[in-house]
Every structure is written in structure tokens, then in C-alpha cells.
């Protein structure tokens, strides 16, 4: 509200305001400053365009001695006169003087009666509300300087008073920080360092006697009074002058012939039309600030997509350097390669050549020694065989012996001309929508726990070719071929029931109606090297209970109840325990594996989807498909271990007590998916234990 109460002109509050007919207001003193004079006669010049006046200059009352649509700057100085040297002077003095005062707003001109300003209604609504918002600013400085003082704001901690404070940084400094971070000297010397404002205004507050910082109370206003009546005040309002008249300005008949009405009665209606045009602009200024937040969220939008979309420009034209950095590489190698051959095949000519040039030059040399000798019988003695060994030497140096293998050029011819054209046409597509780019996989949320895979990835896309959904696809944990796991518009996705002790390679790719985009970068994700799981209560049979975060469990029934676990294994080699909580009557409980389809109202092993051990105080049996076999003695009791150990590389099944393998391997040639499998009745109760470390030595 601080700018509505503030002088146009000289920009402090408003002091003496007076109300222009352009209803923008002025302070009385600047208003002084502001009027100018002009030529007998003339009225002020508009600057721009106005139309004719509302009434006759002749007819108007001293309120109106200008026209509502005047609009315009007018700047006069009389130039009748002019000094000798060609300075303009002012009139002589008993000249009647014109003068003009153009608004600093909206620059409105108008002229000034023999009043001047005294002619212009005072604001005393105006002045009243600066007032009282100078008293409550007053108060309210008042109250916060006796609250509190202001602390050093750049002590660690524990800050103490402030002792000083730079105008300039608008900072408030300790002396020891204002010693070490604002020294008096270098380009902070110029700086003013004045005290706390609180210290000030109590300081103000202690002179000022026993007030005890109290505001005096506000005078009462007095009401308004006519201008040209100065003992009547104000009770009617003339609708056509829009200005309050007095009675006895009524009685001279200024206002004859205009609409008047009781002041009370305008006061309230305008009252109405303020209150009612408040709520209009409440709404607008609600709207705005709506649009504000929006705005300030659409530019946290843009800075974040910003940077989204410049990681994604950067990863892009790196992976272009990557790839041409790969293929420079193989090129190098190739070059290298048939340097390599040209110089091993000229060396390899240059030593050939050079023992037959040795071997030639040496007969040569011996040749024309035997002919020197001037002994007819030697020399036909060896020169048969020597003539044929110059024309086998002869026959040496076939055509094509003195040429060389290869050139010195290469013949690889390397293009680059497209290339680097369609990189200098690199730019954004603009026209027509495209497939999505490869999704970001965001390496920090993708995890694995268990045999369970994690993965998180994002993807920028344009708002007018919105992506339908995403495939993500993981190999067999071996390298071997990718599979599809999931295919939606969710871009978090875990996979289950993955193998122990395995790592997958994950990849992921984006869908519109345009087609499929191209794969992220592949993940690799390490499965856990042993297994943890629990009893699982969605397949159990509805008599078992189960306790201990589903870790332990007992039945309700006499008979024998099936419970599978949560892990389901197809490879690996796995062990775990179930420890004897209770163990009641001598029953026989089943521990062992069975398929996820297994029968769970009958004991473990009784058909031919679960392979088992029974056992019960003093022996047990080996079952499969309700075929007992491989008695053992050696029973179970309250506080004893079974332990299971599932091999699916030798495809066997081991069973243990109390650590102790109990009997030969139990079964082979198992193959397919396993899961964990308990049957007992009421009168036992066990304990699942997992993540153990598999037996080393185990004996067929």
C-alpha cells in the first residue's frame, strides 16, 4: 500500500495533499514547484487527443475551470520579452498572470483561477490514512526494536549483538566480524557504517522522556469545509460538478440546474460501488496469484527439463563420439594391419634380392677371373659347367623378379563426405512426430534383493508425441537370449522369481503410436548368492497358521497340511533348515520341495509333484509319488534341525539332521522349478531358517 501513499512528484508520502481534477493527487508543495504560467488568454497546449470541453468556460463554477477531457502537457515561459542578450524575461509585474498545472500522471493540463491552488480540494481522506499507516509503521518499528535486538548475522554460532551496520551491503556486523569481513579500508571504504536500526530507535525512544515509547494518541479530524464558505461544512454533493457543495452554495444558486444530492446518501452508494468493485479485483488479484505460482512452477519445469534435456543432447552426441571413436579404432587397425603386410612383403623382397644380387656379383666376379687364365685345357675343363650356371643365374631374373610386390600406396579409400555432411545437418526435428528416444536408466534406483530385479528408468518426450508405454526385456542370467517381463506405462518395474546367484542383463525401450524406440544402455544385476524366503501364505493350506513375519509355522488339524516358500529355484545349488520348535506324540513331519501346483491337503510326497523326507522320532523314509523308499534310522526331536539341500546342477536332492547328512542323496534327476515344501499336523511346530551356507562335503 506504501506506493499509493506516495507524492508522484517528489516520491515520499504525501504532505497537504490536493486532489487534481484528473482525481490523481499531489502533495501542496510540489504542486508549487510543478505550476507554470502561461500567456494571457491561452489555455495549456494538448499533447494528445482530447475532445470538446463538458461545459462552457463562462458557465463553469470555480471547481471547473477546465474540461474533464483536457489531456495534454502544457510547459509556458511568455517570450514577449527578451533581454538583450536573448534571454526570455518574465512580464512586468502588474501584468495579470496566467498559470497552468499539467498532472505528473496522466500530464492533464489545467489553468488556474485567482485562487491558484487554493482552488483544488484538499484530500483530507488522504491525508488521513497517511497518518494513521505512518502510526502503525511507527508502532510496529517500536515494537520490534523493544522485543528484540539484532544479531550479528554472520557470526557461525551463537551470535552475538549486531554493533553495526553497512547501508550499503544491508549487512549486520559484530565488531569482530565486521574487523574480519568489512574492514575500513580498500573498495569497502567507502561504505557507510551506521548503528543497529533498533539501537537507534531505542535511543530516540529513551530521549523522548517518560513516554515509555508510546504513540500519541490520534487527533480527531476535523469535518470538511466549503472552500468558497469556509464556516459551512460540507452536506450535499452535486452529481454534476462530482464535488460535496455546502448549503449556502446552494442558496446562490451555483447549482441550479444540477443533480444534487444529500452527501450521506452518495457517500454510502459509492461506498457500495468501491466494496463492490473490490470483490472484482480481489478475484482478478486472486487469479494472479494463482497464474504467479504457476508461472514460478513452469520455471523450476523448465530448468529441470532443461537440464534433463542437455544431459540428454550431451549423452547423445557423446554416444556419437563413442561410436566414431570405435570406429576410428578399427580403421587404425586395419591401416596398421596392411602397413604391416606392405613392409613385411618389400623387406622380405629387399633380402631375397639382395642374397641373388650377392650370388650373381660373386660368379660375375669369378667368371671374369677364369678369363684371364690362358690355360685352353683348364678352362674347357670348367667352362661347360660354368656357362650353364650364367644362364641359370640368367634365368633368375625373370620379367616381374626385378619389380616390386606391392605399392606404396594404400588401397583403402576412406569417404567421409556424407558423414560429415549429415553431422553438420544435425539439428532438432521440429516436423512431424517420431518414436521415443532411449530411456535413461537411473542407475542409482535399480537394485536386486533376493532373486527379485529393480529397475527405474525415465525418458523426455514432447508433450505432442506422448509415449504409450515401455518393454523391458532380461536375458536367461547366461547371456543368452532376451525375454519381454514387462509391458505397461509404469517406470518402475521388479521382477521376481529370479535364479540365485546369476547376473541378467536388463534393457528397456519406449512405445508411441509411431513405433518402438531404440534400447537403453544395458544393466547387469547380480542376483543373491543365497537364498532368503519365507513360508508363503497366499498358497498355503487354509488349516496352517503361520507366525514370526510368516518365518514360522503350526496347523489346526489332525491332518497333514502342505505349506510352500516364497523362493522358487531352477538353478544354483540352495540349503536351508527347519529348525523343531514343538514336537508332540510322535508324528511324522515332511520336509523337501515340491512344484507350486503340489496337493496341500495330504502329506508332502504323496503325489508326484513333491519329493520329500518323512521322518518321526526313530527313523524316516524317502517318498515320491506316495513310493516310500531308503528307510534310515534316526529320528527328530523338540530342538533338532532338518536341512534340505536342492542341487539343480547335479540335479539331486540331499536331506540333513542336525547338520549330518541323513542317508544317500535322496533323489536325482531332477529338473524344472522348485520351491521349498513343509507337510505337518498339530502336533509340530517349525521354524524356517535361510540364507545359510551350503554343506561341502556330501557322500552319494
Not at 639382395?354 to 685352353?376: A, S
Not at 547338520?659 to 521354524?687: C, I, M, W, Y
Request: aromatic share 6%; with cysteine; charged share 20%.
Amino acid at each position: 500500500m506504501e506506493e499509493e501513499l506516495k507524492c508522484p512528484v517528489c516520491g515520499s508520502l504525501f504532505k497537504d495533499p490536493i486532489l487534481l481534477p484528473c482525481s490523481h493527487n499531489v502533495c501542496l508543495a510540489c504542486a508549487r514547484n510543478i505550476t507554470v504560467q502561461t500567456p494571457d488568454g491561452e489555455t495549456p497546449v494538448q499533447s494528445r487527443a482530447s475532445g470538446s470541453s463538458d461545459y462552457d468556460y463562462l458557465d463553469m463554477d470555480k471547481m471547473s475551470l477546465y474540461s474533464e477531457t483536457d489531456s495534454g502537457y502544457g510547459s509556458y515561459t511568455p517570450c514577449q520579452l527578451k533581454s538583450p542578450n536573448g534571454v526570455r524575461v518574465f512580464p512586468p509585474a502588474n501584468h495579470h498572470r496566467h498559470c497552468s498545472l499539467t498532472c505528473p500522471l496522466c500530464h492533464r493540463s489545467v489553468s488556474l483561477d485567482e485562487r491558484g491552488l487554493r482552488g483544488f480540494p484538499r484530500n483530507r481522506l488522504l491525508e488521513a490514512i497517511v497518518t494513521r499507516y505512518q502510526q502503525n509503521r511507527a508502532a510496529s518499528a517500536a515494537a520490534a526494536s523493544s522485543s528484540s535486538s539484532v544479531k550479528c548475522q554472520l557470526c557461525d554460532r551463537n551470535p552475538v549483538d549486531a554493533a553495526v551496520m553497512c547501508e550499503q551491503c544491508d549487512v549486520f556486523y559484530c565488531n569482530a566480524c565486521q574487523q574480519r569481513c568489512h574492514p575500513s579500508r580498500g573498495p569497502l571504504a567507502k561504505h557507510r557504517l551506521v548503528p543497529p536500526r533498533n539501537q537507534a530507535a531505542g535511543g530516540g525512544a529513551a530521549s523522548g522522556g517518560g513516554g515509555g515509547g508510546q504513540q500519541p494518541p490520534a487527533t480527531a479530524r476535523k469535518p470538511a469545509t466549503c472552500l468558497d464558505h469556509e464556516a459551512e461544512n460540507f452536506s450535499m454533493y452535486c452529481y454534476s460538478c462530482k464535488a460535496p457543495v455546502c448549503m449556502k452554495c446552494l442558496e446562490e444558486g451555483k447549482h441550479n440546474k444540477h443533480d444534487v444530492k444529500p452527501l450521506a446518501v452518495m457517500w454510502k452508494q459509492h461506498k457500495c460501488a468501491l466494496s463492490q468493485a473490490l470483490n472484482g479485483v480481489s478475484d482478478k488479484a486472486k487469479d494472479a496469484k494463482e497464474f504467479l505460482v504457476q508461472l514460478k512452477n513452469m520455471l523450476q519445469q523448465i530448468q529441470e527439463n532443461g537440464v534433463e534435456f542437455e544431459a540428454c543432447l550431451v549423452a547423445q552426441c557423446d554416444s556419437l563420439i563413442e561410436a566414431l571413436t570405435r570406429q576410428k579404432a578399427k580403421l587404425l587397425t586395419k591401416v596398421t594391419k596392411e602397413k604391416e603386410y606392405k613392409l613385411k612383403v618389400v623387406r622380405d623382397q629387399i633380402t631375397h634380392c639382395t642374397m641373388k644380387l650377392r650370388q650373381t656379383t660373386g660368379m660375375m666376379e669369378y667368371c671374369l677371373e677364369v678369363l684371364k687364365e690362358n690355360d685352353p685345357s683348364g678352362f674347357l675343363q670348367i667352362s661347360d659347367a660354368l656357362i650353364k650356371r650364367v644362364i641359370s643365374s640368367q634365368d633368375q631374373w625373370v620379367k616381374g623378379a626385378l619389380e616390386p610386390k606391392v605399392g606404396p600406396e594404400f588401397d583403402l579409400t576412406l569417404n567421409t563426405d556424407s558423414l560429415l555432411q549429415t553431422i553438420l545437418m544435425l539439428d532438432f526435428l521440429e516436423s512431424g512426430p517420431t518414436v521415443p528416444a532411449a530411456p535413461l536408466l537411473q542407475l542409482e534406483k535399480c537394485c536386486t534383493r533376493n532373486n527379485s530385479a529393480t529397475l527405474a528408468w525415465r525418458v523426455i518426450a514432447p508433450p505432442s508425441n506422448p509415449i504409450e508405454g515401455y518393454i523391458l526385456e532380461l536375458d536367461d542370467g547366461n547371456g543368452g537370449q532376451y525375454r519381454e517381463v514387462y509391458v505397461g506405462k509404469e517406470t518402475v518395474c521388479t521382477v521376481d522369481g529370479l535364479h540365485f546367484n546369476s547376473s541378467y542383463n536388463a534393457r528397456v525401450k519406449a512405445y508411441n503410436g509411431i513405433g518402438v524406440g531404440p534400447y537403453s544402455k544395458t544393466v547387469v544385476l547380480k542376483t543373491s548368492d543365497v537364498a532368503w524366503f519365507t513360508f508363503d501364505p497366499s498358497t498355503a493350506h487354509r488349516d496352517i497358521v503361520l507366525t514370526n513375519e510368516n518365518q514360522t509355522v503350526s496347523c489346526n488339524s489332525y491332518d497333514d497340511r502342505v505349506v510352500l516358500g516364497t523362493a522358487a529355484f531352477s538353478k544354483g545349488t540352495h540349503y536351508w533348515e527347519v529348525a523343531i520348535d514343538r514336537y508332540d506324540n510322535h508324528p511324522d513331519p515332511a520336509f523337501g520341495v515340491a512344484r507350486i501346483n503340489t496337493m496341500k491337503d495330504m502329506m508332502l510326497g504323496k503325489d508326484d509333484k513333491a519329493w520329500a523326507m518323512y521322518v518321526d522320532n526313530n527313523r524316516s523314509w524317502f517318498m515320491h509319488n506316495n513310493s516310500h523308499t531308503n528307510r534310515a534310522e534316526g529320528g527328530i526331536t523338540k530342538g533338532s534341525t532338518v536341512g534340505v539341500l536342492l542341487d539343480l546342477t547335479k540335479h539331486t536332492l540331499t536331506f540333513f539332521i542336525n547338520k549330518e547328512q541323513h542317508g544317500p542323496t535322496a533323489f536325482e534327476s531332477l529338473d524344472g522349478v522348485f520351491v521349498p515344501a513343509v507337510s505337518l499336523n498339530r502336533n509340530v511346530q517349525v521354524t524356517l531358517l535361510t540364507g545359510l551356507e551350503v554343506p561341502k562335503n556330501t557322500k552319494q
